[in-house]
């Protein structure tokens, strides 16, 4: 296994709350990675450090 991470960007909308969500597998279902990120209102970024196990990995950005 490896130390790798994976950096998501993405615009925001500020005043919106933001989840990230993986998986391995986008069929078995999403998980989520991390909750509650404030939107900046130009763009956000979040640093995956736990991608040592995955050979594929999706994401998805869910806007509350």
């Given amino acids: 296994s490896t130390n790798a991470t994976f950096t998501i960007r993405w615009s925001s909308v500020a005043g919106k709350l933001y989840t990230i969500e993986s998986a391995t597998n986008w069929t078995v ?5 991390e909750s ?3 939107g900046s ?10 991608t040592a196990d995955a050979v594929i ?3 998805r950005i869910l806007i509350k």
């Fill in 36 to 38: 509650n990120i404030p």
């Fill in 41 to 50: 209102g130009t763009f956000n970024e979040f640093l995956d450090t736990n």
């Fill in 29 to 33: 279902g999403f998980a989520p990675i």
């Fill in 57 to 59: 990995k999706f994401y």
